[in-house]
């Protein structure tokens, strides 16, 4: 399984853009990349996927290089409520997989 | 739709009390899981079925065993509970294949004493 480093922690304002890069050297050529998110006492939540270039939904955007070492996910103008710990996965997406979580990235939002 | 459901959302027990957590899914999900989350730390799993019928060995197996009930139910149990099983348990259901997206469970919070 690819190994994954993500900053321990970031802190933004209101309305700011918040861009967490995560670093999976290793990363095999049928792994996707997946961002969850979770706020204190939930389960995380799937926020987004991709493979290469760029994904977009109604929550973020994920930038992925050409080489796929790294991604970066993107949470535009965030608010208070997107004070949460931010988990970025790799594995690929056959049925039965498991995918390990690192520390993730604890985002804190200020008024 | 209810998703995954996990009970009982919290428990006390004492060292060497056994116990079993329940999970089920209504999303006809191939594939569970479950983790546990200590404060402050990543989730790590403890156990997962791949498909009806089939367990496996996640990071984090000793101290607990698993079956899959059937393909909407899979249950943890801890058969002689230790402080050190104190944690944050979720239960997450998979479909496989399609965006591969996990949902979670509310989680059972356990503390050991």
């Known amino acids: 399984l690819a190994k994954t480093t993500q900053p321990i922690s970031m802190d933004s304002y209101e309305g700011q853009e918040v861009n967490i890069t995560c670093s999976h050297n290793?990363?095999?050529?049928?792994?996707?990349i997946t961002w969850y998110q979770q706020f204190p006492s939930q389960g995380p939540r799937f926020i987004i996927q991709?493979?290469?270039t760029k994904v977009t939904n109604e929550v973020a955007s994920l930038f992925i290089p050409a080489d796929r070492k790294s991604s970066t996910l993107s949470l535009p103008r965030v608010s208070l409520s997107d004070t949460a710990v931010y988990y970025c996965?790799?594995?690929?997406?056959?049925?039965?997989?498991?995918?390990?979580f690192g520390g993730g990235t604890r985002v804190l939002v200020k008024p | 739709n209810a998703g995954v459901t996990q009970t009982p959302k919290f428990q006390v027990l004492k060292t060497g009390q056994s116990m079993t957590l329940q999970c089920a899914q209504d999303?006809?999900?191939?594939?569970m899981y479950w983790y546990r989350q200590d404060p402050g730390m990543g989730l790590r799993l403890i156990y997962y079925?791949?498909?009806?019928?089939?367990?496996d060995k996640g990071e984090v197996p000793n101290g607990y065993n698993v079956s899959r009930l059937n393909k909407r139910e899979f249950s943890l149990r801890l058969e002689s509970a230790a402080p050190s099983q104190t944690s944050v348990y979720f239960c997450?259901?998979?479909?496989?294949?399609?965006?591969?997206?996990?949902?979670f469970g509310s989680g059972t919070r356990l503390t050991v004493v």
């Open positions: 290793n990363i095999a050529t049928n792994d996707y």
């Open positions: 999303m006809n999900h191939n594939s």
């Open positions: 991709g493979y290469k």
């Open positions: 996965l790799v594995g690929d997406r056959a049925a039965g997989n498991k995918l390990t």
């Open positions: 997450a259901s998979r479909r496989g294949g399609g965006d591969g997206g996990y949902t």
């Open positions: 079925s791949a498909s009806e019928g089939t367990t």
